[in-house]
């Protein structure tokens, strides 16, 4: 008989970070008010979603996302450090706007060259790619048959994506940014699996929604999806 696993990627909910542009990777930053507000509204959603699990990143971002996805199941929330954003060594905590000063080789190939991209004292973009799909592969692999929720960031959603959908980090590029509190489905049969919607934000008013009020995703947007931006 094929055991079906269905898995539900969210995004984190706004952090101070993401509107004031800085780079946060790995640091502890809080969610912002807005952010609480799309709680609400993800919580909503997910009390008529039934899961079996739970997993998220340690950050306190993540972890308050999955608390309010886990507000009418009430299961134990199973961390796991793999799931946690990409390491930007010296360039966290940075504004973005200063990045191109700051590290000029680096933040080329963030912006240009993803899969290239290599941070002092950090985590490149390819030790993400193998850390984020070794975990999402080690979870099914406890959980086959169950229904998952797994909480994470938006770089390492992204990478996540990419191998999904069968493509190297060299592909990168060709992947549109999530926003925050955004659901991915996957349905995993045979071993294979199918990405039944992503980056949805149907929960969400435009007035809550963070990207909606930014312009810098747009660029990728037009490699990912041509005519959308």
């Known amino acids: 008989m094929e055991t079906t696993t269905t898995v539900y990627v969210v995004r ?37 979603t039934p899961f079996d699990v739970i997993y998220s990143s340690p950050l306190k971002r993540a972890y308050k996302t999955a608390q309010a996805v886990n507000a009418a199941q009430g299961l134990p929330i ?49 030790q993400l790619y193998a850390r984020i799909s070794a975990a999402y592969e080690d979870i099914l692999r406890l959980h086959a048959g169950r229904r998952i929720v797994i909480v994470s960031h938006g770089c390492a959603i992204r990478n996540l994506t990419c191998y999904l959908k069968g493509l190297p980090v060299e592909q990168l ?24 919607y992503e980056r949805d934000i149907s929960h969400l008013s435009a007035e809550l929604s963070t990207l909606a009020k930014q312009n810098w995703w747009k660029k990728v947007e037009v490699l990912s999806c041509p005519g959308l931006a």
């Open 12 to 48: 984190h909910a706004e952090a101070a970070g993401n509107i004031q542009r800085i780079f946060q990777g790995q640091v502890d930053s809080d969610i912002s008010e807005n952010g609480a507000l799309q709680l609400e509204y993800l919580k909503a959603r997910f009390a008529k």
């Open 78 to 126: 199973h961390t796991r450090a793999d799931l946690m954003e990409i390491c930007a060594g010296d360039m966290e905590e940075k504004p973005f706007a200063r990045l191109p000063e700051l590290y000029p080789k680096e933040w080329h190939d963030w912006d240009e060259e993803p899969w290239n991209y290599d941070p002092p004292h950090g985590e490149s973009m390819r």
């Open 173 to 196: 590029q060709t992947i549109g940014w999530a926003d925050n509190t955004s659901v991915m489905k996957i349905r995993r049969e045979g071993g294979r699996d199918r990405i039944l």
